[in-house]
């Protein structure tokens, strides 16, 4: 376990971001919080997480895949792959660290998306316990521990102090980055602050919720519940929820003519609008009823049944406080389940 | 106030008036209200609530309700109603087929203001006389309304409905010291590469997940043009950066003269990129050019960009490119 | 570098034939005269032209051709307008295979196989068809009923004639929607056709056509005592990258590109219907 004083935390960033990129979350102009490269003078958002999730890191919003010229009949295919250079993500929290090894299931997953793997190979994660969760917060429900949020190196903030204490290889080669201004000490502190948040975790809202009633063994009972169209009802069909959840991974993959040749891109989708599955031949999801179930149906059925279990929502909350209607995974869950023992 | 809207829409639900209403469901913290179909007494009684967080216009899930057979009770907030006029003088809502219930309103609060006060762990929140009491999960806090206040209804133009068939509460008046432009004189006064760099910092922050076209009673095309692959501009995303700020653009363009500021699209944006000030400037020079003209007011008047007259000022007369 | 799936190669249209009103057959090559890659029967590719689109089309040719890879393509969107009006010599981007394929080396080996399409769903099916042809010994019998709206509508018509029907132990049976002038075949809809027909239920069935005839002749099979495990379909579904990942065309946790396009019909029993 290493320390460094929270007066010293612009040196540390400093220090940082002379041996590589460094990503913080801070607060823009309109007040939102959003993970930000670090320049001098760049504070620490009070904010308990950024509206986007930290899956932008790895899966970008748009990011152009591949380039063609074309010219009279003939194509020629132009790789525009840069190799990435390699970052450090600051204060990432336990949900979106979680959600890290949930993309990771669906883009390293043979054939591998070597995009999101060369993101990935030169991130460096450090998460930031959370001291003070919020209502909408629920990652217990997935096991998650947001007190030992993990990454490559995890952190508490307590008593005018950051605990660092490195995991893998990388956080320890970060470590030695910046250990000029660090100091060594011991675990205790970091386990008081563990138990303070652990107490908090009790006091929580939505503490009592289970994943009880959803999995992989639940796909037909759950898709023919009579529920569905009384949820889906008020549903806009924005996409919000899934723009800024952690674990939604659904793309587009387009075409855009620059002037100068083809270039396409894949853009982040959603499961939410009409034309996702839109096909010349047909639609077989007629209604936002539908488009609505396949977004919950994948998050606490589907992705389960393929991944031995684990859910596809790390219990962020941002669906809950960003969904327009105030229509989320966490009413979703409770009103399928409702009268059920 | 909520009682009083319970027993109204339980005794037209029973007595076959309507056979639906539209209003606000409870969520899990008080503040996430849900907009809802209600069908029965019974749920009326158990999930209908009106408090300082129903800031949702319900006025354009009529185009939808209101094709079902018998009539759709709605409660229409002052804004809301002139939003629902509107959608009935563009024929997308059948009026015959509407009770429109008016309600009063004071202004509604806006949960992220609250957070931004510093308020963590909202667990529950109550109002008295203007007053919201927030319990949270790290101790109680009050706050004054009037300072946690939805955008829309700090700049509330008029508490007074533009069209209703049954009020409930009182009929409120137009604000007088309402000062919606404001902002736009502040965006106007700006150089052309002041007011650009403002707009580049707001609209880079759009994630474009359509929630303000999707919630706008004024964006009701059967197929949007950025839904729609053979229009050659659809886009989930922006490719570039000048796509970005042209969703936004073209969008107030396509509600220009039709936009009754409601408010809604700066209220559900999840970025806080204040949407509200392009509909303003169109609404702001359409004043300006052709006199004072508010969308939804009224039932018969042709809006200023749709009705041609010689008399008709000619915009780049009045305004020289570049200085206003 | 070049090990990612979404990157596609450039072929060259090498021969358009034109198979009815609104299906043509391309044949396509590496720019260096080869075959692009090599497939099972039923997998799909993803073709594309860059400002167009790009989707995924069922490769119709055989395994067994190991000269070029052919694909049928029905006139019905951008892209198929777009591919419907090109010339030979035309280069499209392509990446693939995709999918699962008939289990032809497995399940299928020894059956007595059934094949039944309809319209432009004899594409995927054709593919199996010329390699069981080409590995004739390892199959029993083989039957193929294949029906359309009229007989200029029957898609591969001139190889039907002149190769399918001269096979040792294959019988085609063809039928289309309404009596046409020089058509002394048999007309009707295919469930009906393949009721009088009356197949012996040992058979194992492929399938591929229009949701309707998929409907009714699955509804006819099983009258004649035929079991959802004897029967396999190919399906289509909206995609987009074509390995699993980005998730539209999923039928519950079932990924059409990935785990399909061929299901047998007990297995898409256990999913949602939604497709």
Not at chain 1, 127 to 139: I, R, V
Request: contains cysteine.
């Amino acid at each position: 376990m290493y320390r460094i004083p929270e007066q010293n935390l612009d040196r540390l960033f400093s220090l940082t971001a002379e041996k590589s990129k460094l990503y913080i979350p801070a607060d823009t102009a309109a007040g939102t919080a959003q993970f930000m490269p670090w320049k001098e003078g760049l504070k620490l958002t009070d904010a308990h997480n950024t509206v986007r999730s930290a899956k932008d890191f790895f899966f970008p919003q748009t990011e152009n895949l591949v380039g063609f010229r074309v010219e009279g009949k003939s194509i020629e295919v132009i790789d525009v792959r840069e190799e990435t250079e390699d970052f450090v993500v600051f204060g990432v929290r336990a949900c979106d660290v979680r959600s890290f090894s949930i993309l990771d299931k669906v883009f390293l997953a043979d054939p591998v998306d070597t995009y999101y793997k060369n993101r990935r190979e030169h991130g460096t994660i450090l998460s930031l316990a959370c001291n003070m969760p919020e209502e909408t917060c629920f990652c217990g429900t997935f096991g998650i521990d947001c007190a030992a949020p993990g990454g490559d190196v995890q952190m508490w903030q307590t008593d005018g102090w950051f605990y660092l204490e490195p995991l893998t290889e990388k956080g320890n080669a970060y470590i030695d980055t910046v250990s000029s201004l660090l100091e060594e000490c011991g675990g205790e502190a970091a386990a008081e602050c563990r138990r303070a948040i652990d107490a908090v975790k009790k006091k929580l809202p939505l503490a009592g919720l289970t994943t009880e009633g959803f999995g992989g063994d639940k796909m037909a009972e759950l898709f023919d519940s009579e529920k569905w169209g009384e949820l889906a009802e008020a549903c806009l069909g924005c996409g919000t929820c899934t723009f800024v959840c952690p674990t939604c991974q659904c793309y587009d993959i387009r075409d855009f003519n620059t002037g100068h040749g083809i270039s396409r891109f894949r853009c982040w989708d959603s499961c939410m609008y009409s034309d996702f599955t839109k096909m010349s031949a047909g639609q077989p999801r007629l209604t936002q009823l539908e488009r609505f179930r396949q977004r919950f149906m994948h998050k606490l059925v589907y992705f389960p049944a393929n991944n031995d279990g684990e859910f596809g929502c790390v219990g962020c909350g941002r669906c809950l406080s960003k969904c327009p209607i105030s229509m989320n995974i966490v009413k979703v869950m409770k009103n399928l389940t409702e009268g059920d023992q | 106030m909520q009682e009083i809207m319970k027993k109204r829409a339980s005794e037209l639900l029973l007595d076959g008036t309507v056979s639906r209403v539209i209003g606000w469901k409870a969520g899990d913290f008080v503040y996430d209200i849900t907009p809802a179909v209600f069908e029965s007494a019974e749920e009326i009684e158990k999930d209908f609530v009106y408090t300082a967080f129903c800031g949702a216009n319900l006025s354009k899930y009529l185009v939808k309700e209101s094709k079902k057979p018998g009539k759709t009770l709605v409660f229409l907030k002052p804004c809301d109603s002139y939003s629902f006029a509107q959608l009935v003088k563009e024929h997308r809502v059948n009026r015959d087929s509407v009770y429109a219930v008016a309600v009063e309103c004071r202004g509604k609060a806006d949960v992220d203001k609250i957070r931004d006060c510093g308020v963590k762990g909202i667990c529950g929140i109550s109002e008295e006389n203007g007053t919201l009491t927030v319990d949270t999960v790290y101790g109680d806090k009050t706050l004054p309304l009037s300072e946690v206040m939805l955008e829309k209804c700090a700049s509330c133009k008029t508490r007074k409905h533009a069209v209703y068939d049954e009020l409930l509460g009182e009929e409120g008046e137009e604000v007088a010291d309402c000062d919606r432009f404001g902002k736009v004189r502040e965006l106007e006064s700006m150089t052309p590469e002041e007011r650009y760099e403002f707009w580049r910092g707001e609209l880079s922050r759009c994630i474009r997940c359509n929630a303000c076209r999707n919630v706008c009673p004024a964006c009701t095309c059967e197929k949007c043009v950025f839904d729609n692959d053979n229009s050659g501009i659809a886009q989930k995303a922006a490719a570039d950066s000048f796509e970005e700020n042209m969703f936004h653009i073209i969008r107030a363009f396509h509600v220009a003269g039709r936009c009754t500021d409601c408010g809604e699209c700066t209220r559900v944006c999840p970025q806080k990129i204040p949407l509200h000030l392009l509909n303003r400037k169109f609404i702001k020079d359409i004043n300006e050019l052709y006199g004072d003209y508010q969308a939804g007011a009224d039932p018969d008047t042709r809006p200023p960009l749709t009705d041609f007259r010689t008399t008709d000022a000619e915009p780049s007369i009045v305004y020289r490119r570049g200085e206003k | 570098m070049n090990n990612e799936t979404l990157i596609p190669q450039i072929v060259t249209v090498a021969d358009v034939r034109i198979d009815t009103p609104d299906v043509k057959t391309f044949r396509v090559l590496t720019p260096d005269g080869k075959k692009p890659f090599l497939h099972k029967p039923g997998q799909c590719a993803m073709l594309s032209v860059p400002g167009v689109g790009e989707a995924m089309f069922s490769i119709t040719s055989s395994p067994t051709n190991t000269e070029y890879m052919e694909f049928s393509i029905k006139k019905c969107g951008c892209l198929t307008n777009w591919l419907h009006a090109l010339e030979v010599g035309q280069q499209l981007t392509i990446r693939g295979p995709y999918g699962n394929g008939f289990p032809v080396d497995t399940e299928l080996k020894g059956k007595d196989l059934l094949f039944i399409a309809g319209g432009i769903g004899l594409a995927p099916l054709r593919s199996v068809i010329n390699y069981c042809r080409h590995y004739r010994d390892r199959y029993g019998s083989i039957d193929i009923v294949y029906g359309s709206r009229s007989k200029d509508d029957l898609v591969d018509y001139q190889e039907i004639i002149s190769e399918w029907c001269g096979t040792e132990g294959v019988n085609v049976h063809l039928t289309i929607d309404r009596e046409q002038e020089g058509w002394d075949g048999h007309v009707g809809f295919v469930p009906n056709y393949v009721k009088e027909l009356n197949p012996d239920v040992s058979k194992t069935v492929l399938m591929c056509g229009p949701p309707i005839m998929i409907k009714f002749t699955l509804a006819g099979l099983k009258e004649l005592g035929f079991k959802e495990t004897q029967v396999y379909t190919t399906m289509e579904l909206r995609m987009k990258c074509g390995v699993g990942k980005c998730g539209r065309c999923n039928i519950g946790n079932k990924y059409v590109c990935k785990d399909g396009p061929v299901f047998r019909f007990d297995q898409l029993d256990e999913l949602p219907d939604e497709y």
